[in-house]
């Protein structure tokens, strides 16, 4: 019940598309949605997150989209960049229980220019 | 604002050996946890201090150890290291949200 499952494992995507990254999760406790962006050599960066008061939260080009009744969530990386290429890992925990931050195995994003 | 730092950047010890990794939180958060990241692997869970307590512990040997300082500084110690220790090892400290060091590269020859 503290599993979050992410897929793709790896994704490629054509410069100016779109990236799609999904995460589900078992636990209905959880109520914070962070997604981190890791590149080669350094430590992973909160990119954004997302409570379940709202279904959506979009920051620039990135968007995280929340289904709390299918327990799911999805990072949208719009018009996607080369410099995006990194990888990308999902999480859930109960808000004020960070401590206890569940991550995705993560997915390594390439975008071909 | 100085985010989380770590240091040494590199580390290379000899199988036996004892390595200490050293974590410095963003001001003002007072826990700590650490993670280790193995080649091409996610994050693995290792430890988790708060107001100098270990609060929680993940599935590592107890050969791996460490403790948070009054100013609430960590040290991660790793005793008898094997090959299989080699690493990427990740501070990340937090008031509410987690954020990260770059790392400490353990190399175990």
């Known amino acids: 019940q503290q599993q979050v499952k992410q897929s793709p494992q790896s994704l490629i995507v054509q410069k100016g598309g779109i990236s799609i990254i999904n995460c589900a999760y078992e636990n209905t406790a959880f109520d914070y949605f962070p997604w981190y962006q890791q590149f080669p050599g350094k430590g992973p960066a909160l990119l954004i997150a997302?409570?379940?008061?709202?279904s959506e939260k979009k920051e620039g080009r990135f968007t995280i989209s929340f289904n709390k009744s299918a327990k799911q969530f999805s990072l949208h990386i719009m018009d996607s960049q080369p410099g995006d290429s990194a990888t990308y890992f999902c999480a859930a925990s109960r808000w004020g229980s960070q401590g206890n931050l569940i991550f995705g195995k993560g997915t390594k994003l390439s975008v071909k220019p | 604002e100085a985010g989380v730092t770590q240091s040494p950047t590199h580390l290379i010890k000899t199988r036996g050996q004892q390595a200490t990794l050293r974590c410095s939180p963003i001001?003002?958060?007072?826990?700590v946890y650490w993670y280790q990241q193995a080649l091409g692997l996610g994050l693995q869970f290792l430890l988790w201090y708060d107001e100098g307590e270990e609060r929680n512990r993940g599935n590592f040997p107890p050969r791996f150890s460490g403790r948070q300082f009054p100013n609430y500084s960590s040290e991660l110690n790793v005793n008898a290291l094997e090959l299989e220790d080699s690493a990427l090892y990740l501070c990340?400290?937090?008031?509410?949200?987690?954020?990260f060091g770059p790392g400490t590269r353990l190399t175990v020859t």
């Open positions: 997302i409570r379940p008061d709202v």
């Open positions: 001001s003002g958060h007072t826990s």
């Open positions: 990340a400290s937090s008031f509410n949200e987690q954020y």
